[in-house]
Every structure is written in structure tokens, then in C-alpha cells.
T-cell receptor, first 115, second 110 residues
Framework: KAGVTQTPRYLIKTRGQQVTLSCSPI?????VSWYQQTPGQGLQFLFE???????NKGNFPGRFSGRQFSNSRSEMNVSTLELGDSALYLC??????????????FGEGSRLTVL | QKEVEQNSGPLSVPEGAIASLNCTYS??????FFWYRQYSGKSPELIMF????GDKEDGRFTAQLNKASQYVSLLIRDSQPSDSATYLC??????????FGQGTRLTINP
């Protein structure tokens, strides 16, 4: 069974540009969550989607957005990139409708560097 | 106050000893608690979850939960060099938001 797939794995952008990251969850998983991981802040929750609906959102500015498609694949977009957006962006999928009983399966991440 | 707090370490433990990792959380209504392990350069993977007060054992790992004190811990018995990793405590807030602590970096010394 294939795991969570994230593309691209590495990318370099300059300030002011925008970026789109893609995530394909494990087959059968309908929930996708996105996290930003940095050495200083750790893993920070961005948002979570289930059946194409955003169910929860973290404390990030509106420059960070996401969506989920009918096949459960998800994308996140960051516009007007800032140096501080340099991070590892992790996508995670889960099988259930509630995290209270389910676990997250993480992809290997997309490492974004903003110059 | 951070939602989930962990001592970032590094925590250094000799091989064969017990490693004790601690985590406190701020949301008294939290019901589900997870421990994830993250090897350097890899993504987090779930190793334990606990919902009820008390202890839960799985092999060399024991998770302990005390909701009154808002405290959850992970004990690793007979620590092995392969246990060297960052351990992330995670707490479900509401129904769909999993909040992670900063992680504790654990090093097992042969």
C-alpha cells in the first residue's frame, strides 16, 4: 500500500513568489492535514480537510491556503513568500472522520527554501 | 503558555537504561494523546496513543496519562541506540486539530 506522497520534495523560491505543494493521501484516507515544521517552532498545524471541506485551521496568515479535491488529493498554496516561510511542509492523512481515535500518517515533506 | 510543552532536550541516556519523556498540555478538555517518533531527516511516525488515565504498555514503551495534572509521559525501557530520535507529544484539541509539542531530542549512548 502506497504511503502519503508529497511533491515536490525540494524547492527554492525567492521572496514575493508563490508556491503550490501537492499531497496524495493513502488510498482510502479522506482526511488530509498540513503542518509546517521549523527548528524554532516545531510542528505547527496549518489546516485540515475532509471531503473537500476545510474543517480546521491553524494560526497562519491568509497567505497560506489549501484545498482538497474529490479524489482526496490536497494542495496548499503560499503566496507572497517571505524568508520566514522557509520550512519543511508536512502532509498527513488519516482514515477516520475524527482524530480522537485515528492516527496520522505523514508524507516525507516538501522542503521549501525562500531566498 | 504553549498548548503542548515538552523539554526540548537533548536528553542523553545510557544504553539499557530507562528514558523518561514528559509533556504537559493546556486544554483541560483534551481526550486523546499521542507520541510520535521522528528520526533525523524523516517524517514523524506514531508509536503510542493513550486515552484513559493510567498506564498503557506496548513492548518496551509505556505511556502514562494524568488528566488532573494535564501531564502525559513516555517511558522507554531497555533503551537502544536505535531509539535515538526526537519524540513528539501530540494532543487532540476539539475533534480535528492535532497539536504537537516542540519535541524532545533523545540520544541513547552505547
Amino acid at each position: 500500500k502506497a504511503g502519503v506522497t508529497q511533491t515536490p520534495r525540494y524547492l527554492i523560491k525567492t521572496r514575493g513568489q508563490q508556491v503550490t505543494l501537492s499531497c496524495s493521501p493513502i488510498s482510502g484516507h479522506r482526511s488530509v492535514s498540513w503542518y509546517q515544521q521549523t527548528p524554532g517552532q516545531g510542528l505547527q498545524f496549518l489546516f485540515e480537510y475532509f471531503s473537500e471541506t476545510q474543517r480546521n485551521k491553524g494560526n497562519f496568515p491568509g497567505r497560506f491556503s489549501g484545498r482538497q479535491f474529490s479524489n482526496s488529493r490536497s494542495e496548499m498554496n503560499v503566496s507572497t513568500l517571505e524568508l520566514g516561510d522557509s520550512a519543511l511542509y508536512l502532509c498527513a492523512s488519516s482514515i477516520g472522520t475524527s482524530l480522537t481515535t485515528g492516527e496520522l500518517f505523514f508524507g516525507e515533506g516538501s522542503r521549501l527554501t525562500v531566498l | 503558555q504553549k498548548e503542548v510543552e515538552q523539554n526540548s532536550g537533548p536528553l542523553s541516556v545510557p544504553e539499557g537504561a530507562i528514558a523518561s519523556l514528559n509533556c504537559t498540555y493546556s486544554d483541560r478538555g483534551s481526550q486523546s494523546f499521542f507520541w510520535y517518533r521522528q528520526y533525523s531527516g524523516k517524517s514523524p511516525e506514531l508509536i503510542m496513543f493513550i486515552y484513559s488515565n493510567g498506564d498503557k504498555e506496548d513492548g518496551r514503551f509505556t505511556a502514562q496519562l494524568n488528566k488532573a495534572s494535564q501531564y502525559v509521559s513516555l517511558l522507554i525501557r531497555d533503551s537502544q541506540p536505535s531509539d535515538s530520535a526526537t519524540y513528539l507529544c501530540a494532543v487532540v484539541q476539539g475533534a480535528q486539530k492535532l497539536v504537537f509539542g516542540q519535541g524532545t531530542r533523545l540520544t541513547i549512548n552505547p
